[in-house]
């Protein structure tokens, strides 16, 4: 998570320094990112209605194992360590 805070913040710091010279930010505009996470979320309704149509077998979680990887990406640190 703190990756994502700091991104949040150096964007938050560029944006003002953007305001102070007087500048067009380059970032697509708002409507666009809305447009961007219907897509990303649009992307998990199909297996959700066919867990929902013919569950194949009972899931723990399909929220925690389907849609979170996909939509936060896999977080940094978070890799098991492969050396035990």
Do not use: D, T
Request: aromatic share 8%.
């Amino acid at each position: 998570m703190k990756p994502y805070l700091v991104s949040f913040a150096v964007g938050l710091l560029v944006g003002v320094i953007y305001a102070l010279f007087q500048v067009r930010s380059p970032a697509p505009p708002v409507i666009a990112l809305v447009g961007l996470l219907g897509i990303l979320l649009g992307e998990q309704l199909p297996p959700l209605v066919k867990g929902l149509v013919a569950p194949s077998s009972p899931a723990v979680s399909w929220l925690q194992h389907h849609v979170k990887p996909h939509v936060f990406g896999e977080l940094p640190g978070r890799k098991e360590n492969p050396r035990g």
